[in-house]
Structures are given as structure tokens and as C-alpha cells.
């Protein structure tokens, strides 16, 4: 994984969270168990009309999928049944994989309102931003200590956080159907790479036959310089490898309904401030902001 300025964002998430603890996250069960419980009834109630989920059955599994395995040597497909109790339809043209602007995701997502990045989908909402890590030795989770997470995977592996996304990637990834959306980080110089997460993990389950096309978009957060674009050899590399699975590919150079988005964090930034001086000199910043917020809400 790479580390660009967006890292400091995403760092900043990780360091306010785990400062009051180390290891597993602490009530994790129970956090699971609500968790599953908020996303049928107020996240995506749509999805469940039919037939809710079993929350303790559900959150149980989870735990049980990496509890007494060794701390770096959880196998991805021990996931497998957590998956499949999970498992739902990605809407059509909802996929949104990305690279490095996780804040930027959440910020633009809207819950899976907008786009459905993998974090908003059932399965990947329960553990996003949960922390979690396994051990032989009784309980079985490792509590109250430092223990390898995502970030640690150079050292360890197939720890258990890492061995979860990978297993849920994978199905995100298969089950996209239509147009998908690829979000990169314009502030980083090679933006797309052939070992990051999405290159390794997402791009190869993507199917051909049930994806259409591809949007890419390079976005960045306001302030922050623009080192890469469309016409670059990062993105195009990228656009070659789907064109060759018969995707043909479209991409945008910080595309104005993400940044507008970004802008609503950001409403005194000289850059926000040029974004909406061509729309009326007679409107302010903050009516814009919230009437844009409004529009991209109901109909994108």
C-alpha cells in the first residue's frame, strides 16, 4: 500500500479511534450485533423487505472466523461463511472500488446512497473501521495489547484484518454489475500501481461479462496540489487493462460533483470559492453547497 498526503486523513481516522485502546476493538460483539441491526433497519431497508438477518447468528460467525488461528496466518476463505450470510445484490452501476481517499469515499457515498463502495455494503459495514486480531491462546482474540492490523501486512501477512478484506473484495468485486466507478487520489504521482490493494485483489475478480464499463475518478481534497492526471501513464496503464477485458473506460480530472462535495468541508478554500463563482455571484458558498448536497442526494 501506498502513502500519500491523503494518508494523513486516513491516519488521523485510525489514531482518533484506537487511542483509547489497543488490540480488538473492545465490545465487538455487541458492536456487530448493532451494527447489523442499523444497516437493515435504517442504512438499507430496502435490501431486507422480504427477510431480516440473523444479527447474533451473524456477528458469531465473524468472531468465530479468526478466533484461536494463529495471528498472521488467518486464511481469507475462513470468511466464507460470514460472507454468505451476508451476501447481497450490489445495485446495479453502484460499485465504487478505490485507492488511497477512503475519507474521500465515505464523504462522497453517502451511505450507499449515492455510490456503494464495499464499506457500505452489509458485509463490509459490520467490521469498517473495527479493528480486530486472532491468537491460539484463550479468548482467542487478542484484547488489550498491540496486535497486527490492516496497515501491518509487510510483517504479518495474512493477519486477520487483511484476510477479511481480501475475502470480501473478492466478492465485491465479482458480484459488480454495469458501470463501475474506480476513485483515485490525483494528489499522489502514480496513482494506480500494479501491487496495490485494488490491483491485486478487486481488478482481477471484476467480470467482464457483467460489467460494461468504467468510470474513473481522479479526485483530490481542496487544498492539496494535483500531481496526476487522465493522460497520464499511471491511469492509462489502468484504462488498457480494462479496455483489453472489454470495458471501455471514461475518465474525469477531479470531476466537479465529487470536489463540490468535498467543497461542503471545505467552504473557504480558494479553490471551493472558484468552483462555484461561475453558478451566481448572487449566491453564497453555503446555499450552493447544501443545494448541490440536495440534488446529487436524490437523483445521482
Same mark, same amino acid.
Given at each position: 500500500?501506498?502513502?500519500?498526503? =491523503?494518508?494523513?486523513?486516513?491516519?488521523?481516522? %485510525?489514531? =482518533?479511534?484506537?487511542?483509547?485502546?489497543?488490540?480488538?476493538?473492545?465490545?465487538?460483539?455487541?458492536?456487530?450485533?448493532?451494527?447489523?441491526?442499523?444497516?437493515?433497519?435504517?442504512?438499507?431497508?430496502?435490501?431486507?423487505?422480504?427477510?431480516?438477518?440473523?444479527?447474533?447468528?451473524?456477528?458469531?460467525?465473524?468472531?468465530?472466523?479468526?478466533?484461536?488461528?494463529?495471528?498472521?496466518?488467518?486464511?481469507?476463505?475462513?470468511?466464507?461463511?460470514?460472507?454468505?450470510?451476508?451476501?447481497?445484490?450490489?445495485?446495479?452501476?453502484?460499485?465504487?472500488?478505490?485507492?488511497?481517499? %477512503?475519507?474521500?469515499?465515505?464523504? %462522497?457515498?453517502?451511505?450507499?446512497?449515492?455510490?456503494?463502495?464495499?464499506?457500505?455494503?452489509?458485509?463490509? %459495514?459490520?467490521?469498517?473501521?473495527?479493528?480486530?486480531?486472532?491468537?491460539?491462546?484463550?479468548?482467542?482474540?487478542?484484547?488489550?495489547?498491540?496486535?497486527?492490523?490492516?496497515?501491518?501486512?509487510?510483517?504479518?501477512?495474512?493477519?486477520?484484518?487483511?484476510?477479511?478484506?481480501?475475502?470480501? =473484495?473478492?466478492?465485491?468485486?465479482?458480484?459488480?454489475?454495469?458501470?463501475?466507478?474506480?476513485?483515485?487520489?490525483?494528489?499522489?504521482?502514480?496513482?494506480?500501481?500494479?501491487?496495490?490493494?485494488?490491483?491485486?485483489?478487486?481488478? &482481477?475478480?471484476?467480470?467482464?461479462?457483467?460489467?460494461?464499463?468504467?468510470?474513473?475518478?481522479?479526485?483530490?481534497?481542496?487544498?492539496?496540489?494535483?500531481?496526476?492526471?487522465?493522460?497520464?501513464?499511471?491511469?492509462?496503464?489502468?484504462?488498457?487493462?480494462?479496455?483489453?477485458?472489454?470495458?471501455?473506460?471514461?475518465?474525469?480530472?477531479?470531476?466537479?460533483?465529487?470536489?463540490?462535495?468535498?467543497?461542503?468541508?471545505?467552504?473557504?478554500?480558494?479553490?471551493?470559492? =472558484?468552483?462555484?463563482?461561475?453558478?451566481?455571484?448572487?449566491?453564497? &458558498?453555503?446555499?450552493?453547497?447544501?443545494?448541490?448536497?440536495?440534488?446529487?442526494?436524490?437523483?445521482?
Amino acid at each position: 500500500m501506498l502513502f500519500p498526503a =491523503s494518508f494523513i486523513f486516513i491516519s488521523h481516522i %485510525y489514531l =482518533s479511534s484506537a487511542a483509547c485502546y489497543v488490540g480488538t476493538t473492545p465490545h465487538i460483539r455487541s458492536l456487530l450485533i448493532n451494527r447489523c441491526l442499523e444497516y437493515q433497519m435504517t442504512v438499507q431497508p430496502s435490501i431486507f423487505c422480504n427477510q431480516r438477518r440473523n444479527c447474533t447468528l451473524i456477528a458469531d460467525q465473524f468472531l468465530e472466523s479468526f478466533r484461536f488461528q494463529e495471528t498472521c496466518n488467518v486464511s481469507s476463505l475462513r470468511f466464507g461463511q460470514y460472507l454468505e450470510l451476508t451476501h447481497h445484490d450490489t445495485p446495479p452501476n453502484m460499485v465504487l472500488f478505490w485507492e488511497d481517499v %477512503y475519507p474521500a469515499v465515505k464523504m %462522497y457515498s453517502n451511505n450507499g446512497r449515492r455510490l456503494m463502495p464495499i464499506s457500505d455494503t452489509f458485509y463490509g %459495514y459490520l467490521p469498517d473501521d473495527v479493528f480486530f486480531c486472532a491468537t491460539t491462546e484463550t479468548p482467542g482474540i487478542i484484547f488489550n495489547e498491540t496486535c497486527p492490523n490492516f496497515s501491518d501486512t509487510k510483517t504479518c501477512p495474512q493477519n486477520a484484518e487483511y484476510s477479511f478484506w481480501v475475502a470480501a =473484495s473478492q466478492q465485491y468485486a465479482s458480484s459488480a454489475v454495469g458501470k463501475v466507478h474506480i476513485m483515485f487520489n490525483s494528489s499522489m504521482e502514480t496513482p494506480f500501481v500494479n501491487d496495490s490493494f485494488f490491483a491485486t485483489w478487486e481488478l &482481477p475478480n471484476i467480470n467482464s461479462t457483467t460489467v460494461t464499463s468504467a468510470e474513473i475518478l481522479l479526485v483530490h481534497y481542496p487544498g492539496q496540489s494535483v500531481r496526476s492526471k487522465c493522460s497520464g501513464q499511471s491511469i492509462t496503464e489502468l484504462k488498457n487493462k480494462l479496455q483489453e477485458r472489454g470495458i471501455t473506460t471514461v475518465c474525469h480530472d477531479s470531476p466537479r460533483r465529487v470536489q463540490l462535495v468535498f467543497c461542503g468541508d471545505y467552504p473557504d478554500n480558494k479553490e471551493c470559492l =472558484s468552483l462555484i463563482s461561475s453558478s451566481s455571484p448572487n449566491i453564497t &458558498p453555503s446555499l450552493i453547497f447544501f443545494s448541490y448536497s440536495l440534488l446529487l442526494y436524490y437523483y445521482i
